[in-house]
């Protein structure tokens, strides 16, 4: 759990963070989003020290990070960044071995968690460990530069804008390895971006930072329902929220017995998906199918229609 | 028809610097080989090569060279462009030795017999066509270390085997062995001592003002007004205040300063040294990619941790190209050392030009040039081997 209270930073004169407080429970990913020169950016490293805070304090499990060295705290804290960072003169198995290394493992040890990482972000070992990153592709040094950051098993991540250099497709599945490591894992992950879409799709939690303050830190289901302010409304998208709503919500409560035609959804997707696929193919049921390929029944435009409007 | 459907047209078959090469070498058939002197002081005769090589070799080394220049002339393959430019050598090496023999008297030890313009053209002309094929090799950096060590060999077993001792230059070498491999340790030490001084400081001293603005302006800003000064000049610049020291402390006295020999030597080449180590690291440091030092500090190296496991690595090939600038530039400029009594290489240059005695200049000059040379070739694939890491 990282609890932040009343946190300020000034830089000279200016105020980059104003008096934020908000608390991240244990394994949430939560997401930090602003326009840039928002402070999100000089939050973030405020939890790992490369920044120092004016005034306020941030605890990790209870304890005052300002009392624990700064090297220390952070070889305790996984950090990736926007670009990777890697490290062009180190192979990907020693820029994952970083550290580990720091942390004085034995070799064998190191050896065996860089394979365990490399397994764990679909890179065949025998052929990524010795490669340098130059040698790789924009998402596969995106995924080296995150498993670099797990090396160490850290219970907290931070990332800083971890998918902006990729393009959408990547993203898209950088991201989603991402939820499904994070749950494999169990790890906290405070991340930052400037994409709404991001935040809704990924975060638990959305702080959503401008000008120095947080306007508002809640699920994504509040933020899209009753944004705090007009800034945080415009974020999202006026013309967008509904669907945005419907992308929250799950297929499985609204599937109903009854036969439908055409091809099935899977049971995981979200009622965006299914409003899309019937309002494409012009159809008013779509079937849904669970993981094995069995029908479970059927999800209607009706449904997805009433559900795309603004809760009371 | 264009001209790419016409192979044979003579700009498919000619190649341009080979009609650079067969002029100067066809130029260097028309002109003297050799120049015959009785003794160090008198006007030369020259010989050409019929008359210095007579019979057979002389018309060997013609056809030879007019062989060679024709077919440096042709567009062929690099590798036997380099054979031809080393057959061509060889055989000039020889030839030398065989014309210098024959054109000096039995038993005579005053005579002077060196090279004259049409060997030194050939060898320009050959010299070249072996470069320009090593180049157009475009070799790995080991093999041009190979190359250089396979060269040096050839030139030690020539020179070991007393063809070209009654050669002028050698007579004078023989006149001054023990001089000679004195004064070639002395500039070896100048060179690459001052290049020792200047990397320890240098270093430090380049990542120490890196994080300051200021102080980097202020820094590079001295160490290129002391780069403007003449060599001459700034030797000449040290011996007073060098001298005021070695009279004043008599502890600077005892380790050997002094106004004049090796320590404003020394001091003058360290401080030439210093801005090419300085500005190199700084350029070095710079090149790091900032989201490489952002990551390591995130990650937890600790200063000393990142300087010393991505910064300075990362800096290091534009460090060891400040290290190939400072000894080719030290190992040229330690030659005017000698000037104020620092020894090296220039003693046998400066005598020589005291002297009006060419041969004696040679001494000096040759074992200078290569020196330089080799070490250019050294370091370059150096450079080149750490660069190439990581960067493929």
Redesign the interface.
């Given at each position: 759990m990282i609890e932040i209270e009343h946190l300020s930073k000034f830089f000279d004169e200016t105020c980059v963070v104003d008096d934020v407080s908000m608390t991240i429970p244990g394994g949430a990913l939560a997401v930090i989003v602003g326009t840039s020169g928002s402070g999100k950016t000089t939050l973030l490293r405020m939890i790992?020290r490369?920044v120092e805070p004016s005034s306020g304090r941030i605890l990790i499990d209870g304890k005052d990070i300002s009392a624990i060295p700064?090297?220390?705290?952070?070889?305790?804290i996984g950090?990736a960044?926007?670009?990777?960072?890697?490290?062009?003169?180190?192979t990907v198995g020693q820029n994952i071995a970083?550290?580990p290394h720091?942390l004085g493992w034995d070799a064998a040890k190191v050896s065996a968690r860089v394979e365990e990482l490399l397994d764990l972000f679909q890179l065949d070992a025998a052929e990524f460990r010795d490669r340098?990153?130059?040698?790789l592709s924009g998402g596969q040094q995106q995924r080296v530069?995150v498993a670099?950051?797990l090396a160490a098993a850290p219970k907290l991540l931070?990332m800083d804008e971890p998918f902006g250099a990729l393009d959408p497709i990547i993203r898209a599945r950088a991201q989603e390895d991402l939820r499904q490591i994070q749950q494999r894992l169990g790890t906290t992950i405070v991340l930052v971006t400037h994409d709404m879409n991001e935040a809704i799709h990924l975060g638990d939690r959305i702080a959503v930072m401008d000008r120095a303050k947080l306007l508002q830190y809640d699920t994504p289901q509040e933020i899209v329902i009753r944004p705090a302010t007009e800034f945080v409304g415009e974020l999202l998208g006026s013309g967008e929220r509904p669907f945005r709503l419907l992308s929250l919500q799950p297929l499985r409560p609204y599937i109903e017995p009854g036969e439908a035609p055409g091809a099935a959804l899977d049971v995981d997707a979200s009622l965006r998906d299914a409003l899309e696929e019937a309002l494409w193919s012009g159809r008013a049921a779509v079937p849904v199918r669970d993981g094995a390929g069995k029908t479970l029944g059927r999800v209607t435009l009706a449904t997805a229609i009433r559900q795309a409007a603004r809760p009371q | 028809m264009t001209d790419n459907s016409t192979p044979l047209s003579s700009r498919h078959v000619i190649d341009r610097l080979g009609i650079v090469i067969f002029a100067l070498a066809v130029a260097g058939l028309f002109c003297p080989f050799v120049l015959f002197r009785a003794n160090r002081i008198v006007a030369g005769e020259a010989r050409y090569a019929l008359d210095a090589l007579p019979g057979w070799p002389g018309y060997f080394l013609l056809a030879a060279v007019g062989t060679g220049a024709v077919l440096a002339l042709l567009r062929l393959d690099s590798r036997l462009r380099l054979a031809v430019s080393f057959a061509a050598l060889a055989i000039l090496a020889v030839g030398l030795g065989w014309a210098v023999d024959s054109v000096t008297p039995a038993g005579d030890k005053i005579s002077r017999t060196a090279p004259a313009l049409g060997f030194w053209l050939e060898l320009l002309a050959f010299g070249l066509l072996a470069a320009d094929s090593v180049v157009r090799l475009g070799l790995k950096p080991l093999s041009r270390i190979a190359l250089l060590i396979a060269v040096s060999v050839a030139i030690a077993t020539i020179l070991l085997s007393g063809i070209w001792s009654d050669l002028s230059v050698l007579r004078e070498y023989a006149n001054r062995a023990d001089v000679f491999w004195r004064e070639a340790a002395t500039h070896i030490a100048l060179a690459l001592g001052s290049l020792v001084a200047a990397a320890l400081v240098g270093l430090p001293l380049g990542i120490a003002i890196h994080p300051t603005k200021r102080l980097r302006a202020v820094v590079t800003g001295l160490l290129s007004a002391v780069q403007t000064i003449p060599s001459i000049a700034l030797f000449g610049l040290l011996i007073a205040p060098l001298a005021w020291l070695a009279a004043t402390v008599p502890a600077a006295a005892a380790i050997g300063i002094a106004g004049i020999g090796a320590a404003p030597a020394m001091l003058a080449l360290f401080l030439y040294s210093l801005m090419p180590v300085v500005s190199n690291t700084l350029a070095g440091l710079d090149a790091v990619?900032p989201?490489?030092n952002?990551?390591?500090?995130?990650?937890?190296?600790?200063d000393a941790?990142r300087l010393l496991?991505?910064q300075l690595?990362?800096a290091f090939p534009s460090i060891l190209a400040a290290i190939r600038i400072v000894l080719v530039q030290n190992i040229g400029l330690a030659t005017v050392a000698a000037l104020i009594g620092g020894g090296g290489f220039g003693v046998f240059v400066f005598q020589g030009v005291g002297q009006t005695a060419m041969d004696l200049v040679l001494l000096g000059a040759v074992p200078t040039v290569a020196l330089a040379f080799a070490s250019a070739v050294i370091l370059d694939a150096a450079v080149e081997l750490v660069s190439v890491?990581?960067?493929?």
């Open positions: 790992n490369l700064p090297h220390e705290l952070r070889r305790q950090y960044i926007q670009g990777h960072g890697l490290f062009p003169h180190r970083t550290v720091l340098y990153p130059s040698q530069g670099r950051a931070l | 990619p989201a490489a952002v990551a390591a500090r995130g990650m937890g190296m600790t941790e496991q991505v690595p990362l890491k990581g960067r493929t």
